[in-house]
């Protein structure tokens, strides 16, 4: 079947956009987690959902980042008034357990931001 | 057989106590990570490394490309470094491919 889907794969935005970023879990996965990567630099946890309820929040590093994921499937990640630092890549990962254990999670291609 | 493999699975050990938690994987990569998983689900990445040895307070990770292994060691363990320890292959694909984990558990 169907691994994870994030789009756009890639997006360039001019600073002070407001950017969507869309991830398709694998269907009848519980748990979904978006993570952020800078060049160079390990991941960082963001935040996950197990169903449509947004279970920890900590790792959004401003209020411009906001995500969702109403139905409990498809989830989008918004940053408002992108700045230069946001630029990294969003990777979405899904898992069929819910979070909290060291279960395996399927991670999307990721989608490149790069703010100008 | 998982790409990249943890041992031990869990490991339960004394406050102060020297911690070794082991990662061996079949892919090639770029670089590999150490997170740090705490109880309420966020992860914390420790360490990216792509050779030779990092070292941050009392963590230490090692990698050895040509075995295929890295370690990541921690000295004078507390109770608050108890967490779930994952280890993550960046392919060269740019995948990262997860560990399934180490439980840690420190006992005052």
């Known amino acids: 079947g169907a691994g994870v889907s994030q789009s756009p794969r890639y997006k360039v935005t001019k600073r002070g956009q407001d950017v969507a970023l869309r991830c398709d879990p694998i269907?009848?996965?519980?748990?979904l987690y978006w993570y952020r990567q800078a060049l160079g630099q390990g991941p960082e946890f963001l935040t996950y959902?197990?169903?449509?309820?947004?279970?920890?929040k900590s790792g959004l590093p401003n209020d411009r980042f906001s995500a969702e994921r109403p139905e409990g499937s498809i989830s989008t990640l918004t940053i408002q008034r992108t700045e230069q630092r946001d630029s990294a890549m969003y990777r979405c990962?899904?898992?069929?357990?819910?979070?909290?254990?060291?279960?395996?999670?399927?991670f999307g291609p990721g989608t490149r931001l790069t703010v100008t | 057989k998982n790409e990249v493999e943890q041992s031990p699975q869990n490991l339960t050990a004394q406050e102060g106590e020297f911690i070794t938690i082991n990662c061996s994987y079949s892919?090639?990569?770029?670089?590999l990570h150490w997170l740090q998983q705490h109880p309420g689900g966020g992860i914390v990445s420790l360490f990216m490394?792509?050779?030779g040895k990092k070292k941050h307070g009392r963590l230490i990770a090692t990698i050895n490309i040509q075995e295929k292994h890295s370690s990541l060691h921690i000295t004078a363990s507390h109770p608050r470094d108890s967490a779930v320890y994952i280890c993550?292959?960046?392919?060269?694909?740019?995948?990262?491919?997860f560990g399934k984990g180490t439980r840690l558990h420190i006992l005052p």
């Open positions: 269907s009848g996965h519980v748990s």
């Open positions: 993550a292959a960046l392919n060269r694909d740019d995948k990262i491919i």
């Open positions: 959902f197990n169903y449509e309820a947004q279970q920890d």
């Open positions: 892919v090639g990569i770029s670089a």
């Open positions: 990962a899904s898992s069929l357990a819910p979070a909290g254990l060291a279960v395996e999670q399927y």
């Open positions: 490394l792509s050779s």
